[in-house]
């Protein structure tokens, strides 16, 4: 299994966050999530830094989730707590970068990376892309009250149901009419519109911008109740470990509601 990376460069008070494991659909590692987590927290650090974009290597995709051949090690309810606590520290670090985030995606942003992109400020995306968290035909696991809390906002409690009970992908049309993408545009014209916007967020007030995330991001998760048990039950189920067997043996799973 190819581990993948998590790349960084600074241009002009733009620091641009690749995700650079195009033969997997840019699949996060435990090394991949590690890298990136390093690199948020980097960032704050940085002089200059005014824009962070984040982007999938390959055109292909953004990022299509977790690689799930991972969680062939995990025994119990307790190691998909243990994942969710890590995966909702990870979306954490880029939601509270003080600087404004842009999501640069073409094509798949499945799971994991939805709430990456969500977690980013603004997001612009090609028309082919497609969004989604389709765990209830892949893998059988569920999000964090915190995901589902994000998700939410953005893409309205019924599409995120969508997502999660009918295992739906959302097309590029629907996320710029729902407000969740900033703009669509042909991939050739990707990159240019990317920096347009970088250069729009640079030339404003950063005190400005870094209170008013701050303020948002306070309002969207006060007062989340405990769901650990959800997770629990979820991770601990015989569904979980027949989802991930049935993903590595390439066969659909069978799914027994236990």
């Known amino acids: 299994m190819s581990e993948g990376a998590v790349q960084l460069s600074i241009s002009g008070g733009v620091a641009a966050v690749v995700f650079d494991r195009p033969a997997a659909r840019n699949a996060m ?76 995606i073409s094509g798949w942003t499945i799971g994991g990376g939805l709430a990456m992109a969500t977690a980013c400020d603004f997001r612009i995306a090609t028309p082919a892309s497609r969004f989604g968290v389709p765990i209830a035909k892949t893998l059988g696991n569920c999000l964090s009250i915190s995901n589902l809390a994000r998700l939410s906002a953005v893409w309205s409690p019924q599409r995120v149901k969508r997502m999660l009970l009918l295992a739906e992908l959302i097309n590029a049309d629907e996320a710029l009419a729902c407000g969740f993408l900033q703009q669509l545009c042909p991939s050739d014209e990707l990159a240019a519109a990317a920096s347009r916007l970088c250069e729009r967020l640079a030339a404003l007030a950063p005190v400005t911008q870094k209170v008013s995330k701050e303020g948002l991001r306070r309002l969207l998760l006060r007062d989340l109740p405990a769901a650990e048990d959800l997770i629990r ?22 799914w027994k509601g236990g």
């Open 233 to 254: 039950q979820c991770y601990g189920s015989e569904d979980f470990h027949e989802g991930v067997a049935a993903f590595v043996m390439k066969r659909s799973p069978v």
């Open 29 to 104: 590692t435990w090394a991949m999530y590690e890298q990136l987590g390093d690199i948020c927290r980097r960032l704050p650090t940085e002089p200059g830094v005014r824009v962070v974009t984040f982007q999938g290597a390959g055109g292909e995709a953004f990022v299509a989730g977790t690689d799930i051949e991972q969680f062939q090690s995990f025994q119990s309810g307790e190691d998909g707590v243990a994942y969710e606590r890590s995966i909702d520290a990870g979306i954490g670090l880029i939601e509270a970068l003080p600087m404004p985030t842009v999501a640069v």
